[in-house]
Nanobody
């Protein structure tokens, strides 16, 4: 059974950092595009970033550019989201997602494209 499990969320003060991790089981991530999405209270889920099998990276949310970094470690079957200089508006449930693209450089910010999802991890930025 294909499964994604996120970890690393928590409560952090503004300006702080967190590193989210998402581990896959039941499949290997080498051929998958991986995405991070987030959903704040009362808002729709939005794409944050994605990374293709060829490590093509896109940051979909302008507000995270320069502060968030996506990376993958295929040997550990994990994808990470390093979040620095966190702001209260980054408060959300963060989800990782995965799917196999036809092109290995393909990266999508459309949640409907991804077939596999984790359960989410809560990130709260507050003083």
């Amino acid at each position: 059974q294909l499964q994604l499990v996120e970890s690393g969320g928590g409560l952090v003060q503004p300006g702080g950092s967190l590193r989210l991790s998402c581990v896959a089981s039941g499949f290997t991530l080498d051929d998958y595009t991986l995405g991070w999405f987030r959903q704040a209270p009362g808002k729709e889920r939005e794409g944050v970033s994605c990374i293709s099998p060829l490590n093509t990276i896109t940051y979909w949310a302008d507000s995270v550019k320069g502060r968030f970094t996506i990376s993958r470690d295929n040997a550990k079957n994990r994808v990470y989201l390093q979040m620095n200089n966190l702001r209260p508006e980054d408060t959300a449930v963060y989800y990782c997602a995965a799917d196999r693209p036809l092109r290995r450089d393909y990266c999508s910010g459309d949640e409907n494209w991804y077939a596999h999802w984790g359960q989410g991890t809560q990130v709260t930025v507050s003083s």
